[in-house]
């Protein structure tokens, strides 16, 4: 009987820690669906107030870059001419860009929201989702 006790002990322990596991696991990528919701709301021309209001404030605010790093967020099959071309208009547009990362720092991995933002304080460009949604900007096709 005690050796029945204890298994059935052990199964329970076992059953209640599998749960919170899930329950965890569940938390954890919610958050990257909530963040990747709230950036496609996010629109062209939209000022700053309104991009806290969506997505918080950002977890890091960077200088604008050399945006080289953005060739590679065009729509697939985006012509490299065409690449070459908006990256020429979008460099000097953009005053500042605001990276929402899963880590921290101004480069972007999976899953990071990056916003350019021209001198107004507007977005010029956004990139919603690294590695799963294209760079959007004015212009863009679709």
């Known amino acids: 009987m005690r050796s029945h006790k204890r298994k059935s002990r052990m199964v329970s322990a076992a059953i209640v820690g599998v749960g919170l596991l899930v ?25 700053t107030t309104e991009v806290m209001r969506l997505l918080g404030d950002p977890a890091n605010r960077c200088d604008a870059s050399s945006l080289a790093h953005l060739s590679t967020r065009f729509e697939a099959g985006t012509p490299r001419p065409v690449i070459d071309e908006t990256l020429a208009v979008l460099r000097p547009a953009t005053a500042a860009r605001w990276v929402y990362p899963e880590g921290a ?35 863009a096709p679709g």
């Open 23 to 47: 329950v965890l696991a569940g938390l954890l990528f919610n958050g990257g669906r909530k963040q990747e919701k709230a950036a496609a709301q996010v629109s062209i021309g939209d000022d």
């Open 105 to 139: 720092g101004c480069i972007t991995g999976d899953g990071d929201t990056e916003i350019g933002l021209d001198r107004t304080g507007r977005v010029l460009w956004i990139v919603p989702v690294t590695n799963k949604r294209p760079l959007i900007y004015q212009g």
